[in-house]
């Protein structure tokens, strides 16, 4: 990379390079389809790397209350993937959290634990998160066979 990367949080004119993002892992299953009209509705909740002018990756973070926060949609674009995108991606949403909180617990569900363990997240038993389990995962054609592994970071 010659130009230099940059995590920001996403705008409103993002919307579409998230939603194409998205769209290239969720049919795979690795993130979960959401329709431009979600993504713009939490808007707030995403970040954006953008490299030569041009968004190349995602991440949302979902607060469930009680400092239960998940780490998700976290892709980068294919042809740039192996950079460290989603590492600066990850460790920017971390570093916003300890500045703003005292105390957090930070989970992810993914396919991909060696990425997440790489940053000092934690497996973690699925059960540590009822609240993602009835309001997502239910939903999850892999619920009854989920290939996720559970990963946390608390501070």
Not at 26 to 48: M, Q
Not at 78 to 106: C, D, T
Request: aromatic letters at 10%.
């Amino acid at each position: 990379m010659k130009t230099p990367l940059i995590v920001r949080a996403a705008l409103p004119s993002d919307v579409d390079a998230i939603w194409n993002l998205l769209e290239i892992y969720a049919p795979g299953g690795t993130v979960l389809r959401r329709s431009k009209e979600d993504i713009a509705f939490y808007i707030g909740n995403f970040s954006v790397a953008e490299y030569d002018g041009r968004v190349c990756g995602c991440a949302a973070l979902r607060d469930f209350g009680s400092d239960l926060l998940e780490l998700r949609s976290v892709v980068v674009d294919p042809a740039l993937q192996g950079q460290g995108i989603g590492k600066n991606m990850v460790e920017a949403v971390i570093g916003g959290l300890r500045r703003k909180r005292s105390h957090f617990r930070l989970f992810t569900l993914t396919t991909t634990p060696a990425f997440f363990q790489s940053m000092g997240f934690e497996i973690s038993a699925k059960e540590e998160f009822p609240e993602k389990i009835w309001s997502d995962c239910a939903k999850c054609a892999k619920f009854s066979c989920c290939d996720e592994t559970a990963l946390i970071i608390r501070q």
